[in-house]
């Protein structure tokens, strides 16, 4: 059983849940929004890096549109209650939909809102998340119009739908765990053989080696060392799936002073001019954006070596939506052409002997702005520098950067 689970391919999970057919909101136990299927966006007619990181009833207010006093109260006594009891809740709610005022009149624009909450467990036993889902009925104008029994038995329905819903993503977590385990544990042991044999045979054997088979077994044991650093890059890859997100505010000058600062000491000796403005804050997880820009600002630092001064620029602007931050270089550049294949996991656009690294620092990084709801591209030209841009959800109520 663990080799043909050893040979089966890794799902891309946050892929397959973006993809599920019903509309779901992932929340923190303190209703932050850190996850929304394709179907709830369209659900919702906003975007995802428009939700991500805002309070559930910043998204759903309560307003005007709702159609029964104090139905924010009850949505947030029915999250309470699932938090609390640790079990599914669910309510129904009369709503205009918005969408619908204008064409064809307030009361064909009445519809039965169904908000189904379930509480999903973390390792230590707390609750870690949410799964709230919604579902959106076309209902009559009056309520009194439904048979008494309709709304508890859609409410027992949408709650059945969300705990099959949950066990679904549960299955598919161990079913990952699982196998992330096999790879590690099948394919790291004869790694460490071979670099192990390697290595008595470099110190047992040396006087009957001559220098040729020295230098052989010299690079056996670089390659089973570069695998199992190829290992380690899939296996954090993978992991940014399922990786609890810490979100916070971001100050995001702070952290790409750091990020640089500690990768300048590790260069002495070179000529950098690093130009940093004042940046946007913006929200989202500390320590993964700070992996961003370590990513980056390492790509430029290694990018600009054959320069007698580099230069490496980070800057950042803002409109109503979402921060965009960039990260110029006078390096080498590559061809525009390729940039596409940048992202992909061990893509290199320059020879191993030039530069050093296994090509997947951008993919890493790709992977943590997507699970930040942005975007990120690259744009260059060979021998003229690059840059790369990555857009993250604007900080509420905060149009400024920092210190301005």
Not at 52 to 73: I, K, N, Q, T
Request: proline fraction near 6%; include cysteine; glycine fraction near 8%.
């Amino acid at each position: 059983m663990p080799n043909r689970l050893s040979r089966l391919p890794s799902p891309d999970f946050e892929e397959l849940f973006l993809s599920l057919p019903e509309s779901i909101l992932v929340l923190l136990p303190d209703f932050t929004i850190v996850a929304a299927t394709d179907a709830c966006l369209r659900f919702l007619g906003t975007k995802r890096e428009t939700i991500l990181g805002r309070d559930l009833f910043d998204v759903l207010p309560d307003d005007s549109l709702y159609l029964e006093p104090g139905a924010g109260s009850r949505l947030r006594d029915s999250l309470t209650r699932a938090l609390k009891e640790r079990v599914p809740d669910a309510i129904t709610l009369r709503k205009l939909d918005p969408r619908q005022i204008d064409v064809a009149g307030a009361s064909s624009a009445e519809r039965i809102w169904r908000h189904a909450s379930s509480p999903v467990p973390g390792a230590s036993g707390h609750i870690a998340y949410i799964i709230h889902r919604l579902d959106d009925v076309p209902g009559p104008s009056d309520m009194g119009q439904i048979p008494a029994s309709d709304p508890s038995d859609a409410v027992l329905e949408t709650a059945e739908q969300c705990q099959e819903t949950r066990n679904n993503l549960e299955a598919l977590s161990k079913e990952y765990e699982n196998f992330a385990h096999s790879v590690s544990h099948d394919l790291r042991a004869p790694l460490r053989g071979i670099d192990m044999y390697a290595g008595v045979l470099t110190e047992d054997y040396h006087d009957r080696l001559d220098d040729e088979g020295r230098r052989l077994l010299g690079l056996v044991r670089n390659l089973a060392r570069k695998m199992n650093g190829l290992i380690d890059d899939l296996l954090r890859f993978s992991r940014l799936g399922r990786q609890r997100m810490q979100a916070a505010a971001l100050d995001m000058t702070g952290i790409a002073q750091s990020v640089f600062l500690e990768l300048r000491a590790k260069t002495p000796g070179r000529n950098v001019r690093f130009e940093l403005p004042p940046l946007p804050s913006a929200f989202g997880d500390p320590s993964l954006i700070k992996q961003v820009f370590a990513n980056l600002l390492s790509n430029a630092l290694k990018f600009t070596a054959p320069r007698e001064q580099a230069i490496i620029e980070v800057t950042g602007t803002n409109d109503a939506e979402r921060n965009t931050y960039c990260v110029r270089d006078n390096g080498v550049g590559f061809d525009p052409q390729f940039a596409g294949k940048l992202f992909g996991m061990f893509q290199r656009m320059h020879p191993q002997e030039e530069f050093e690294g296994a090509g997947a620092g951008l993919a890493l990084a790709q992977r943590i702005i997507q699970r930040h709801g942005g975007r990120i591209w690259a744009e260059a030209k060979e021998g003229e520098g690059a840059t790369f841009c990555f857009t993250l959800p604007r900080l509420a109520n905060s149009n400024k950067t920092e210190g301005g």
